[in-house]
């Protein structure tokens, strides 16, 4: 898995980071297949506004680079926004 764009563990959004990937990790399972969705939906409104605009684009990238690692597969761009879809195979790591 690659970690690069995780913060570092004093900062002040690792403990959000941890709970926007648990949610991730939720709700992808969850996801039909064949509904295209952004990460924002998927981790929620309430996880989501908690970050700054620079952490979204990172958490964003961090998804992206991992993306078997949280079940999804990358669709389009809509704007600047990432699209994605669950994927069939569902990797799961403890």
Known sequence: MDHRFV???GSVYYAVWCQAETQLHHQVPKL???KITA??????ECVWSQF???TK???????????????????RLQGTMSLY???AVLVRTA
């Open 52 to 54: 700054d605009d620079v």
């Open 32 to 34: 039909a297949l064949g």
């Open 39 to 44: 990460v924002r939906e998927l981790v929620g």
């Open 57 to 75: 684009q990172r958490f964003g990238r961090h998804v992206r680079a991992n993306l078997e690692h949280f079940g999804l597969l990358f669709v």
């Open 85 to 87: 879809q669950r994927s």
């Open 7 to 9: 913060p570092v563990a």
